[in-house]
């Protein structure tokens, strides 16, 4: 019995033959030499090449979010290499497993606030009052405004300013860009002090702005972050600190007995 609702049998990313390889309708031979990593992934996700800018801001993007230190992702990683150090693969997944909006930030929930914004502003609303509305919103219901608040980075995330001088520089700087700047005041209003703008959101904001659908943003924080995790992994490899990470985790934790019932 079939779960779901059913589509063609039918993909636009690839086929393997015996003589070739065809990759949205090229030669990957052909291919091979010609386009950066970078390019080939855009061609991958889009299907088509990218454009000067976009190419540019892929990297910039990917680069912005590769690596942050000793987060959860890359300390699993490395505490699975270190327990099964033929599984490679499996210490690249249990990290990638984790990375979620709390470690790996929350571009793709940016993109959908921003198209929700986006499209009011379309209809003629003020983007400062539907980032006002919008927020205010999310405050009255308890929430969260993904892309703002950083454990570390206050009171700016030097990663989403560098994002946005840049997105200004080459002038790439749209619609949604604006309207992340627009949510700034906004926030600092509604939570009564300001929050630093985290890379979730000029990752997002740009990459609509370039024209990527919203689906595709997550993309990027996820292919970076493996760069990272295959970086870490490398040097557990050759400097082995899995199993000290996890001594330090059981000394960190105290072991508190159930209390007996009276």
Known sequence: MQIGKPGPAVTSIAQACSDRVEVRGRDLSELMGKLSFTAYFHLLLTGSEPSEEQLFFLDVLLLSIAEHGMMPTSVVSRMTLAADPDSLQGAVAAGLLGAG???LGAAAACARLLEQA???VAA?????????????GIRAEGGKVPGFGHPLHRPLDPRAERILELADVRRVSGPHVALARELRPAVAEAWA?????????????VMLDLGYPARTVQAVPILARTAGILAHL???????IGFLLAGAAEGSVRYEPPAEDP
């Open 234 to 240: 490398a040097e557990e490899q050759e400097r082995p």
């Open 118 to 120: 986006q499209a009011s």
């Open 193 to 205: 002090k300001p929050l630093p703008m985290n890379v979730a959101m000029p990752i997002a904001a």
């Open 101 to 103: 909006p709390v470690i």
């Open 124 to 136: 003629g609303r003020e983007p400062a009052a539907v980032a006002g509305e919008l927020v205010q």
